[in-house]
T-cell receptor, first 113, second 117 residues
Framework: ETGVTQSPTHLIKTRGQQVTLRCSSQSGHNTVSWYQQALGQGPQFIFQ???????GRGNFPPRFSGLQFPNYSSELNVNALELDDSALYLC????????????FGQGTRLTVV | AQSVTQLDSQVPVFEEAPVELRCNYSSSVSVYLFWYVQYPNQGLQLLLKYLSGSTLVKGINGFEAEFNKSQTSFHLRKPSVHISDTAEYFC???????????????FGQGTELSVKP
């Protein structure tokens, strides 16, 4: 077990709605990254938060946004949900430094209908 | 930019047989290399990583991988697989940079390893 927890584990939303996913990072980690894993695909980097600021973003539209809190936990918000947003959303926490490795949570399975 | 290609989408193998899962990468800068395993309905677990030094890396559950810079490959091997090794395996790279880049991983499409009795 990695100590990275995500909530909820599953949820179903309707197209056009908004969703918030949450991630608690491992103790001592100050960086959180979010990934989207569509069915049968490898995870794709959405964005990363380091010390409460966005520290890099992948090829995702602005309706994907995030926050990081002083305790380093994080939220991923997706507005105007589309059917293609259905995926497993993974959160990974890590420490600052060149040799950091990411520890992943169990993921949130989002289904958009 | 980096990219990762996992050459086999599915690898069926009998129990106790050896297995190799192939991974090639492309990058204009130096990279760190990783293999992750994903069991059904679970997150990703790190199997092993190459950061520097010896090109043969040993990981958990008896897996090992060899970094070949000239062929830009990082193939994963296990001499004898078990039923419990059935899972999806992902190869990933991360660019070597000065500041914190630990979470920015580029993943391959995955290889489904199916171990049959």
């Amino acid at each position: 077990e990695t100590g990275v927890t995500q909530s909820p584990t599953h949820l179903i939303k309707t197209r056009g709605q908004q969703v918030t996913l949450r991630c608690s990072s491992q103790s001592g980690h100050n960086t959180v990254s979010w990934y989207q894993q569509a069915l049968g695909q490898g995870p794709q980097f959405i964005f990363q938060y380091y010390r409460e600021e966005e520290n890099g973003r992948g090829n995702f539209p602005p309706r994907f946004s995030g926050l990081q809190f002083p305790n380093y936990s994080s939220e991923l918000n997706v507005n105007a949900l589309e059917l293609d947003d259905s995926a497993l959303y993974l959160c990974a926490s890590s420490t600052a430094g060149r040799l950091a490795e990411a520890f992943f949570g169990q993921g949130t399975r989002l289904t958009v209908v | 930019a980096q990219s990762v290609t996992q050459l086999d989408s599915q690898v069926p193998v009998f129990e106790e047989a050896p297995v190799e899962l192939r991974c090639n990468y492309s990058s204009s800068v130096s990279v760190y290399l990783f293999w992750y395993v994903q069991y059904p309905n679970q997150g990703l677990q790190l199997l092993l990583k190459y950061l520097s030094g010896s090109t043969l890396v040993k990981g958990i559950n008896g897996f090992e991988a060899e970094f070949n810079k000239s062929q830009t490959s990082f193939h994963l091997r296990k001499p004898s697989v078990h039923i419990s090794d059935t899972a999806e395996y992902f190869c990933a790279v991360s660019a070597v940079m000065i500041y914190n880049q630990g979470g920015k991983l580029i993943f391959g499409q995955g290889t489904e390893l199916s171990v049959k009795p």
